[in-house]
């Protein structure tokens, strides 16, 4: 596992001090690039470097521009309890973006006296995370508190800070083995064939869960969890790969509370995402009933959707916008968009070039283009971003096997396991 390589803007400072405040406190700001030694070099070079603010309804704001290569930024003084990220911008000679890195959210006045790491990387490649894990094998992983990266594979664990760019010392390991994982704040569910256990990571208290009425925890254990805008969790047993074919979706709201739903019909190796203002949609995994569900926020039982039967197994959904949803994987197909606003005798639109992967899953960049990982018939780990006009292979920076994408707060895919370290993908 290699050294973090970092260039430091010396005095480069973000300025943590309300207007009310004396003095001008500062703190640093060091560009980190991971694994990767070519970063800001490789033509096409980095020239001009920009820093903007990005607020929390999204809006950004240039603070800093400068022309590379530069030993100290200013980014201006900013008020001490305002909460946001801060955004680098590598442009090229012609300005275009080379080089793009994005910081989770923070306070600005928890600056003041430290250093804030943000991790740049070439735009349209994979590139490794500075001081990744160790190799570790993944059987599932969760995103906690939208800041740390859970892998666990049984009751073994690994627990990456996407903040502070590193893995936990000392990671915790969980009260039973993990099939299925949720995550409300500080407090992971823990889900297996037997029931589930919940398991705060602040201070490893932990109490078994009786399960809601109307089914059981085996139902849905090796289901994948998928998250709502609101914060809303689905662990979709249809989605598993093993265990049978089951119709239970374990929901779990913002506050914690769980209740079942169902599907129409019993599924095993479906795929599934949530569309904003319709709600889960699961794909294939049974030859005989509709080729896709829909199960509507707030909804007990999932609607069938006008799509011919779909025997797929093994593929991953992602959700273009709150009308598409594309599909990849399970076989040798091309991504396959369902258009959700058709009412009847609906057939999917598909995307040119083969996906050629056993196992996937997805990840939207774009209306018009997903990241794709998973694993090809020899069980290696491959990923892609595929468009309408075709899929480009994305290589991975080290061969990896069974390696898991896990999404982040600042809209990027990242590869976990398989391999030693972590890497992001960055549009």
């Not at 275009?96 to 989770?104: F, H, N, S």
């Not at 609906?346 to 960049?365: I, K, N, Q, S």
Request: with cysteine; glycine share 12%; net charge negative.
């Amino acid at each position: 596992m290699g050294r973090a390589r970092r260039k430091t803007f010396g005095a480069a400072a973000l300025v943590a001090s309300a207007a009310a405040c004396s003095g001008t406190p500062e703190g640093t700001v060091s560009l980190v690039t991971g694994d990767e030694v070519d970063v800001f070099s490789r033509a096409p070079a980095a020239v001009t470097l920009v820093a903007e603010k990005v607020a929390l309804d999204g809006a950004r704001t240039e603070i800093a521009r400068a022309e590379l290569p530069v030993d100290s930024v200013r980014l201006g003084a900013q008020q001490r309890t305002e909460v946001g990220a801060l955004a680098i911008s590598g442009l090229d000679a012609t300005g275009q973006v080379v080089v793009r890195g994005e910081t989770l959210l923070v306070q600005w006045g928890a600056l003041e006296n430290t250093t804030l790491e943000v991790f740049v990387q070439r735009t349209g490649e994979l590139a490794r995370l500075p001081r990744g894990p160790e190799a570790f094998d993944p059987a599932v992983t969760a995103v906690v508190s939208g800041r740390f990266i859970l892998a666990a594979n049984g009751s073994a664990t690994i627990l990456y800070d996407l903040l502070a760019l590193k893995p936990l010392a000392s990671p915790p390991v969980l009260p039973r083995s993990a099939r299925s994982l949720a995550s409300v704040g500080t407090a992971v569910l823990v889900i297996d064939d037997e029931g589930a256990t919940t398991f705060d990571l602040s201070d490893a208290a932990s109490y078994p869960l009786d399960p809601p009425v109307g089914g059981a925890f085996g139902e849905v254990a090796g289901g994948a969890t998928v998250t709502a805008p609101d914060g809303t969790q689905y662990v979709v047993g249809a989605t598993r790969a093993a265990g049978g074919p089951t119709a239970r979706v374990l929901v779990i709201d913002p506050e914690g509370a769980s209740s079942f739903a169902a599907l129409t019909a019993p599924r095993e190796g479906a795929c599934a995402t949530f569309v904003p203002g319709r709600g889960l949609v699961v794909v294939g995994g049974d030859a005989g009933a509709a080729g896709a569900e829909l199960l509507a926020p707030g909804a007990s039982l999932a609607t069938p959707l006008p799509f011919p039967a779909d025997p797929v197994k093994g593929c991953g959904a992602t959700a273009l916008d709150n009308g598409h949803v594309a599909v990849a994987g399970g076989g040798d197909a091309p991504v396959r968009v369902l258009d959700l606003a058709c009412a009847a005798e609906c057939a999917p639109a598909t995307w040119a070039d083969a996906v050629p992967l056993a196992r996937a899953e997805a990840y939207a960049l774009a209306p018009d283009a997903a990241f794709i990982l998973g694993d090809d018939a020899t069980g290696a780990t491959r990923a892609y971003r595929a468009t309408p006009a075709g899929a480009r292979e994305v290589p991975l920076r080290v061969p990896r096997r069974g390696a898991r994408l896990v999404p982040t707060a600042i809209g990027a895919p990242v590869v976990v396991g398989g391999a030693a370290g972590i890497e992001q993908y960055l549009d």
